[in-house]
């Protein structure tokens, strides 16, 4: 069975700090997706990266960064420098490459992140 | 050119009433999704569908009907509405053969029952 673990339900920071939302997931299998997506109060769910199993590169895109670790079953998220408008709900999400689950994502409990001016 | 649209996007409507939510992608992809979002915001697959032919039913009741007329399009029906179907409900499509994996979610429906 698949799961994933975003323990930290709720973060609050003050603008230009710097914060790291965890992830956490579980699965059998040898081929996978991970996916981060925001969900700002306008409701809208944004995609924001994409991971496979075979790659384990950390990746950099602006101020955001990821943290994959298959060793402990890790794939976590830091913004660097927060602002306001990183203010939104994050949800971790992953997928595995079998027919039965036809690639459907397995979501997390999501994080609210609260970034005070 | 929205990728995936949705409609309505706000639903009001009482308790008892029939409803519908219609999906449709312009991407060309084989495989298309129901999600709902409770209060909780807890995002949970209801329905999965890969060239009009269901392959996923995660135990929704009866009330709820999905239907696919063609590959482009994937509508929810749902009968009897009750106070605990309001929710968030998303629509996504993806390439499943071959596709890599790209998820596009529409912009969502909240139903809100009364």
């Known amino acids: 069975a698949q799961k994933v673990t975003q323990a930290q339900t709720e973060i609050s920071v003050v603008e230009k700090e710097d914060v790291t939302l965890d992830c956490v997931y579980e699965t059998r299998d040898t081929t996978y997706y991970l996916f981060w997506y925001k969900q700002p109060p306008s409701g809208e769910l944004v995609f924001l990266i994409r991971r496979n199993s075979f790659d384990e590169q950390n990746e950099i895109s602006g101020r955001y960064s990821w943290n994959f670790q298959k060793s402990t079953s890790s794939f976590n998220f830091t913004i660097t420098a927060s602002q306001v408008v990183d203010s939104a709900v994050y949800f971790c999400?992953?997928?595995?490459?079998?027919?039965?689950?036809?690639?459907?994502?397995?979501f997390g409990r999501g994080t609210q992140l609260t970034v005070w001016p | 050119d929205t990728a995936v649209s949705q409609t309505p996007k706000y639903l009001v409507t009482q308790m008892g009433n029939d409803k519908s939510i219609k999906c449709e992608q312009n991407?060309?992809?084989?495989?298309m999704y129901w999600y709902k979002q409770d209060s909780k915001k807890f995002l949970k697959i209801m329905f999965s569908y890969n060239n009009k032919e269901l392959i996923i039913n995660e135990t929704v009741p009866n009330r709820f009907s999905p239907k696919s007329p063609d590959k482009a399009h994937l509508n929810l029906h749902i009968n009897s509405l009750e106070l605990g179907d309001s929710a968030v409900y998303f629509c996504a499509s993806t390439q499943f053969l071959g596709g890599g994996y790209g998820y596009t979610f529409g912009s969502g429906t909240r139903l809100t029952v009364v």
């Open positions: 999400a992953l997928s595995v490459d079998r027919g039965s689950t036809l690639g459907r994502l397995y």
């Open positions: 991407l060309g992809h084989d495989t």
